[in-house]
């Protein structure tokens, strides 16, 4: 299995502020058939179901708002939140769906500052 | 509106058998894979398998497989988790999840149901 590891666990920033959460693979997650990195980025808040906010890595799912974004290729990706907002506290987790099956991060929890 | 309505909370003793559901509704059911994951008590998300209704074709994360049984029923749009003995180690959360993708492939999860909570405890 591909391991995906996030870092931080945690992190606190002041509203309007940038939060940057990292996500590691253990092998690329680039399928060079298509050119495209099989990441995906979810959004949990307490009591809810996860929530998709981007895909192949940097696409933003529809109706999700344009200070959430994706990047980064092959084994290191990166989701932006540039004006953290009071809704933007949750856990975030990454998410590879590379063909030999998938797996998640183990999690990055934002708070506010 | 895309839906997927999971069945209610379960108690359960161990080694009792349970069966829960996931009934898609607002898109062609056969042709998008439903993912099940599990999420136990404060922790983070585990990917569990996935089924093409279209086809049964069922595939099963290692960590699983042997655990648990994915189905599904495609003339009423409904797939399901089964296992035939629960453990303690088997309370938590379970999401079913529609996976985009097409033919064997199978991609991120869009669409995802509220979730049934499985307690097993003597």
């Known amino acids: 299995d591909i391991v995906m590891t996030q870092s931080p666990d945690s992190l606190a920033v002041s509203l309007g502020e940038r939060a940057t959460i990292n996500c590691k693979s253990s092998?690329?997650?680039?399928?060079?058939?298509?050119?495209?990195?099989?990441l995906a980025w979810y959004q949990q808040k307490p009591g809810q179901p996860p929530k998709l906010l981007i895909y192949?890595?940097?696409t933003r799912e529809s109706g999700v708002p344009d200070r959430f974004s994706g990047s980064g290729s092959g084994t290191d990706f990166t989701l932006t939140i540039s004006s953290l907002q009071a809704e933007d506290v949750a856990v975030y987790y990454c998410?590879?769906?590379?063909?030999?099956?998938?797996?998640f991060g183990g999690g990055t929890k934002v708070e506010i500052k | 509106e895309v839906q997927l309505v999971q069945s209610g909370a379960e108690v359960k003793k161990p080694g009792e058998s349970l069966k829960i559901s996931c009934k898609g509704s607002?898109?062609?059911?056969?042709?998008?894979?439903i993912g099940w994951v599990r999420q136990m008590p404060g922790k983070g998300l585990e990917w569990m398998g996935i089924?093409?209704?279209?086809?049964?074709?069922?595939r099963y994360s290692p960590s699983f497989q042997g655990q648990v049984t994915i189905s599904a029923d495609k003339s009423i749009t409904t797939a399901y988790l089964q296992w035939s003995s629960l453990k303690a180690s088997d309370t938590a959360m379970y999401y079913c999840?529609?996976?985009?993708?097409?033919?064997?492939?199978?991609?991120?999860?869009?669409?995802w149901g509220k979730g049934t909570t499985v307690t097993v405890s003597s």
């Open positions: 999840a529609r996976q985009v993708g097409g033919g064997p492939y199978y991609y991120y999860m869009d669409v």
């Open positions: 607002g898109y062609s059911f056969t042709n998008y894979w």
């Open positions: 089924i093409y209704p279209g086809d049964s074709d069922t």
């Open positions: 092998q690329s997650v680039l399928y060079s058939s298509n050119n495209k990195n099989y």
């Open positions: 192949w890595a940097s």
């Open positions: 998410q590879q769906y590379y063909p030999t099956g998938l797996t």
